[in-house]
């Protein structure tokens, strides 16, 4: 486990540093990078939850994210609900999404690539439901009016939306250290390890895993909140896009899964290879082939993520762990 | 309008099943991956626009027909599964099954990309001097490439079928999907058998990308449109079964194109997705399926 005593003072700089280091950076690309990395390593985050922690990997993590997008966003173009209110709706839209997804799925005993499965098909079945129906717009998709605020959670400036994502990554840490040291998380490590165990021994493994994807379902809730007052557009192949579910698993297990700061590591360094392969190579594709090729580097030479491959007593940490009893849980 | 609907419903059963059957032929490669190796190829839709694009060229440059096209696409895509899993999933994988999916998940993004980068982002379609001939039924008009795609997907599944139940290597595959452990001891080379499974399921992508592409066009994404279809139809059937991935292929495509008739062309989509839902909350073992 990771100890925190030991480390404060790093951390506590290393936050700092974060607070300050927008003061040092004029240039707008940097500062828009950074938070897109903050969001990415949030998102990352409340996948880590589930998949790191409990072991059930979804495919799907984009639909809460959607879900308190347009939660928000609709509160807000039909009521002019202030979205800093509409926040707290999303987030407990998201939860309310995970209820629904996590009862059905883990109660019918769906687990592994099944669930991820599962998970993929309900991000679609909204997809599909969010371009029919009227109130999101359909394939129009909505548009928000640009009203810089803290009531409408939008800025001026690109920093504010920087401090936004930091604000999110901040918390999303606390939750997952909070997680490391309870009694919940570690009934979720031991669902993980071996279900059939963590039953026997009395864990109420179905809701646990339903309690963490609700986790998950809040925390996306919430980024869907930031994109759309961001971005200021959603529609149905943005709020439910299978390349987000994709980038939230990505990150976690390029960084190491079931780590505190995995997501994060993860979300940093592929973006900055993303970024830097875009400065070198512009033509279109072929700096995602560099980005491709990198993860399967990865991939294949660091199987415990990056924040693994610098441990070095690895068999202490969790990532490491989890390799060995993951894997034929669907044969 | 619903009697207009109605009167169109045998035609959108007829499409469903011409359909049905060649979504039966992408689901056929990936059904077959999973029951063997028990892994989600994340590449497949990406592997299927390689294929499309091959029938294109060899259409665009050589003017073979794409029909004519399987007898080379089918062994070039076969040697490609073989070693693109041989000597790069497989190895680098290490046996760890998290580790194959997002190896495959880079390897889709470094394909679709390519694809974009050699090829460009534009739509391309062929022209057939046939492309446009049609059966008359008396209530539908079924085109040519329509009833040539079906027939010759029926014929490529009863050749796997037959082949994985009747060859030798069909035995040493099924043996190796029920017991790797068991397979090693009586001398079966598992990695040996990996790789020419994941071959076969790529081959069946090759021969499906051929007889598609007379009916749909190709650009570099064209791959995901099927992934979600494919899964589902691999689920619905049951994980491994050829004759599952036929019905469901059969099932999955009438559901689209009745759904698409009755419920409109965007609330119509639901149906692939519903059904992949409840299938797996109330059978997960699939019709066909065995075992979870």
């Known amino acids: ?319 490491s762990s989890l390799d060995k009893k993951r894997s034929r849980e669907d044969s | 309008m619903i009697s207009a609907s109605l009167s169109m419903l045998p035609a959108a059963i007829i499409n469903g099943f011409m359909y049905g059957a060649i979504y039966a032929l992408v689901a056929l490669g990936l059904t077959l991956i999973y029951g063997v190796l028990h892994i989600i190829n994340f590449a497949h839709g990406a592997m299927l626009m390689l294929a499309l694009y091959a029938a294109f060229f060899l259409f665009d440059l050589f003017n073979i027909d794409p029909y004519f096209s399987i007898l080379i696409v089918t062994p070039c895509a076969f040697i490609f599964g073989y070693l693109i899993y041989r000597y790069g999933i497989g190895s680098l994988a290490k046996g760890k099954d998290q580790n194959i999916l997002l190896i495959t998940l880079g390897l889709s993004i470094i394909i679709e990309n390519g694809a974009l980068f050699f090829f460009s982002g534009d739509q391309q379609t062929v022209n057939l001097t046939y492309g446009f001939d049609a059966f008359d039924l008396g209530f539908m008009y079924l085109s040519y490439p329509k009833v040539i795609s079906f027939f010759a997907a029926l014929l490529m599944c009863a050749t796997l079928w037959a082949a994985m139940s009747l060859t030798d290597l069909g035995r040493a595959i099924r043996a190796v999907a029920k017991e790797r452990q068991g397979a090693r001891l009586v001398g079966i080379n598992v990695e040996h058998i990996f790789a020419v499974t994941f071959g076969i399921g790529i081959a069946c992508l090759g021969a499906a990308g051929c007889m598609m592409l007379p009916i749909f066009y190709v650009d570099p994404y064209t791959g995901n449109m099927f992934v979600l279809v494919a899964f589902t139809i691999v689920v619905l059937g049951g994980m491994g079964s050829v004759v599952g991935a036929l019905v469901g292929g059969f099932i999955i495509g009438i559901t689209e194109s009745v759904g698409g008739l009755l419920l409109g062309e965007s609330l119509g989509q639901i149906g692939i997705s519903l059904i992949f839902i409840l299938i797996l909350i109330f059978r997960p073992t699939g019709l066909f399926g065995s075992k979870v």
């Not at chain 1, 540093?17 to 690309?29: A, K, N, Q, T």
């Not at chain 1, 810089?148 to 840490?173: C, D, H, K, R, W």
């Open chain 1, 1 to 319: 486990m990771f100890n925190l005593r030991r480390h404060l003072s790093f951390l506590l700089l290393g936050a700092l540093g974060l607070i300050v280091l927008p003061y040092f950076i004029s240039s707008r690309f940097y500062i828009d990078v950074l938070t897109l990395i903050f969001f990415t390593a949030y998102l990352g985050q409340s996948w880590n939850i589930l998949g790191g922690y409990a072991g059930q990997f979804s495919f799907g993590g984009v639909m809460f994210f959607g879900t308190g997008a347009y939660v928000s966003s609709i509160l807000l173009t039909t009521f002019g609900f202030p979205p800093i209110f509409g926040i707290f709706l999303a987030i407990l839209g998201g939860a309310f999404l995970g209820l629904i997804v996590g009862y059905m799925s883990f109660r019918s005993g769906l687990k592994g690539s099944y669930f991820a499965l599962i998970t993929l098909a309900f991000a679609e079945l909204l997809r599909v439901l969010a371009n029919s129906v009227e109130f999101t717009g359909g394939g129009v998709g909505l548009f928000l009016t640009y009203a810089p605020g803290l009531s409408n959670l939008q800025f001026e400036t690109p920093v504010g939306f920087y401090y936004f994502a930091l604000v999110l990554m901040f918390i999303s840490i606390v939750i997952v250290y909070w997680l490391e040291g309870s009694r919940f998380g570690a009934q979720l490590v031991a669902i993980r390890e071996n279900e059939d165990a963590a039953e026997a021994l009395g864990i109420d493994t179905l809701r646990c895993k339903i309690y963490a994807i609700m986790i998950m379902g809040a925390m996306g809730g919430a980024a869907g909140t930031f994109y759309s007052q961001k971005y200021l557009y959603l529609d149905p192949p943005i709020a439910y896009s299978i390349h987000l579910s994709v980038e939230m698993l990505l990150v976690t297990i390029v960084g190491g899964m079931g780590t505190i700061f995995g997501p994060l590591v993860g979300a940093f360094v592929l973006h900055s290879v993303n970024e830097v392969a875009r400065h070198f190579i512009d033509t279109p594709g072929l700096s995602l082939i560099v980005y491709g090729l990198i993860l399967i580097i990865i991939i294949g030479y660091l199987p415990n993520g990056l924040i693994g491959a610098f441990k070095k007593k690895g068999k202490k940490s969790g990532s």
